[in-house]
T-cell receptor
């Protein structure tokens, strides 16, 4: 069965520093992977998705993620954090039933 | 605005009461999903529809929960005899059917339920 695990429930970086949010997946078939962002009391907004077209995926707001099959990883990065990046980030994979299976989330804090 | 909308945004109810939430998906999307999100957790799948047909239901969806999408457009999620454990954010999402199965899901703002 497809699943994802997010390593680190909280990540704190300084403004301008590299952001790295970790996600590992488990899947018996080539996975479709996603990163979503959630601001307080709001729904989820798609940052980017991997659909096997390219291993390095660029998303909105300067985020990107690299699919590494050998490491079963799909980590999210951004070269320079901005205060507005502070939010909850969710990694997700499409399951057998067309449901989206989410990780537990990583809360990103950006310090001035 | 052509995004997914949900109503109400907030609902406070007493234990034992029934509640109903509504979701209006993006108009051309065939699939509609319901998720539940509790504090500090990722969303958990409840059920999904393709047009008016309910194709999958999670084991999380107890017999107190029922969802409908009568005309393949908007959907309702009803919880009967609410319990305090039902307090959560209920999220709706919709997606088109695309070749290859890489269906991106578009989420609404959610309905936050508090059961007293």
């Amino acid at each position: 069965a497809q699943s994802v695990t997010q390593l680190g429930s909280h990540v704190s970086v300084s403004e301008g520093a590299l952001v790295l949010l970790r996600c590992n997946y488990s899947s018996s078939v080539p996975p479709y992977l996603f990163w979503y962002v959630q601001y307080p009391n709001q729904g989820l907004q798609l940052l980017l998705k991997y659909t096997s077209a390219a291993t390095l995926v660029k998303g909105i707001n300067g985020f990107e993620a690299e699919f590494k099959k050998s490491e079963t990883s799909f980590h999210l990065t951004k070269p320079s954090a901005h205060m507005s990046d502070a939010a909850e980030y969710f990694c997700a994979v499409i399951g057998n039933n067309n449901d989206m299976r989410f990780g537990a989330g990583t809360r990103l804090t950006v310090k001035p | 605005d052509t995004g997914v909308s949900q109503n109400p945004r907030h609902k406070i109810t007493k234990r034992g009461q029934n509640v109903t939430f509504r979701c209006d998906p993006i108009s051309e999307h065939n699939r509609l999903y319901w998720y539940r999100q509790t504090l500090g957790q990722g969303p958990e799948f409840l059920t999904y529809f393709q047009n008016e047909a309910q194709l999958e239901k999670s084991r999380l969806l107890s017999d107190r929960f029922s969802a409908e999408r009568p005309k393949g457009s908007f959907s309702t999620l009803e919880i009967q005899r609410t319990e305090q454990g039902d307090s959560a954010m209920y999220l709706c999402a919709s997606s088109p059917i695309s070749a290859g199965g890489s269906n991106e899901q578009f989420f609404g703002p959610g309905t936050r339920l508090t059961v007293l």
